[in-house]
């Protein structure tokens, strides 16, 4: 990885440092845990640094973030550890006991200040209703379960972000037919065939 691949992202001199650890320990990493999908590990910064990255600009005033099924941190270590310099704190959930060792790993070397909850999302979420400002979710389940899943923060202030792939547009229709929701629209900085939804406000249709 060389600096100029991350001219999508203003990042400082240390968190560029720190991104390069999480890229190294994953690489070191998958030959013995598979954490990601062996196909995407010749493009780790755009597939999965950047894009996740990018989430940040969309919530610029965030404090407490809720990302939901992190596997091998991605969104939400990503997020983690470029958001320590103003202060973020980033609560990661995942069920898979050998990616939640691969987060508690990182965390620790890299200072992310996050914490890995190694629990299925329906029993975590609760406890972060009126205290996550922004909820995320990458690659984890169409848009009608997302919104079945995080309806209890929504509804009560939470910003939803939800990286999509070709398939948004289908996705918003089908989970139309099931919610009212305020869904913004955001191109991807790293797949021009991608969106990432900012939903702001539910309302479950009668």
């Given at each position: 990885m060389t600096v100029s691949q991350?001219?999508?992202?203003?990042?400082?001199r240390e968190t560029l440092d720190r991104l390069k650890l999480l890229e190294s320990e994953l690489l070191r990493w998958q030959a013995i845990k598979n954490l990601v999908g062996p196909g995407t590990l010749d493009d780790i910064w755009t597939r999965h640094i950047v894009d996740?990255?990018?989430?940040?600009?969309?919530?610029?005033?965030?404090?407490?973030?809720?990302?939901l099924g992190s596997g091998a941190g991605f969104p939400g270590l990503v997020i983690a550890i470029?958001?320590?310099e103003r202060g973020l704190s980033v609560d990661l959930v995942e069920s898979n006991s050998r990616k939640c060792a691969f987060l508690r790993h990182v965390s620790r070397l890299t200072g992310a200040n996050a914490k890995i909850h190694?629990?299925?999302?329906e029993a975590v979420i609760p406890q972060f209703v009126g205290r996550a400002q922004v909820v995320s979710a990458r690659a984890l389940a169409p848009l009608t379960k997302l919104l079945?899943?995080?309806?209890?923060?929504?509804?009560?202030?939470?910003?939803?972000?939800?990286?999509?792939?070709?398939?948004?547009?289908?996705?918003?229709t089908e989970a139309a037919r099931s919610w009212k929701f305020n869904a913004e629209i955001l191109p991807s900085q790293t797949d021009s065939d991608a969106r990432i939804l900012r939903i702001t406000s539910i309302e479950r249709m009668s």
């Open positions: 991350t001219s999508l992202a203003d990042v400082s996740s990255l990018q989430l940040l600009a969309a919530a610029p005033g965030a404090k407490t973030w809720l990302d470029a958001g320590q190694e629990a299925r999302l079945e899943w995080t309806e209890p923060l929504l509804k009560t202030g939470t910003t939803g972000l939800f990286p999509k792939g070709r398939d948004v547009d289908a996705e918003l």
